[in-house]
């Protein structure tokens, strides 16, 4: 069975940082590009970062370019994203997904295998 499990997220202030993690089970996530998508209440889910399967070429959007990091580990079968400076414009249910894409990570629509989603609340 393919799931895909987020931890990691919190209650955390303005300019502080979390790490969440994205485990994989039933697959192996080298083979998948992996994004991080977020949706804030009221508003739709949005790519946030992603990750290529076969060169770990990665993508940021401009809201988080310089402060988030995506990054593998195909050992433990497991995708992070490293939020630093968080603002409170950040907070939002993350989730992370795989899509069986080669070369490119960025064709949201081809996500579908999707975690339960973490939330992520920056306030102080």
């Known amino acids: 069975q393919v799931q895909l499990v987020e931890s990691g997220g919190g209650l955390v202030q303005p300019g502080g940082s979390l790490r969440l993690s994205c485990a994989a089970s039933g697959f192996t996530l080298d083979y998948y590009a992996i994004g991080w998508f977020r949706q804030a209440p009221g508003q739709v889910r949005k790519g946030v970062s992603c990750?290529?399967?076969?060169?770990?070429?990665?993508y940021y959007a401009d809201s988080v370019k310089g402060r988030f990091t995506i990054s593998r580990d195909n050992a433990n079968n497991t995708v992070y994203l490293q939020m630093n400076g968080l603002r409170p414009e950040d907070t939002a249910v993350y989730y992370c997904a795989a899509a069986p894409l080669r070369r490119v990570c960025r064709a949201w629509t081809r996500y579908d295998s999707w975690g339960q989603g973490t939330q992520v609340t920056v306030s102080s």
């Open positions: 990750i290529t399967s076969d060169d770990d070429n990665t």
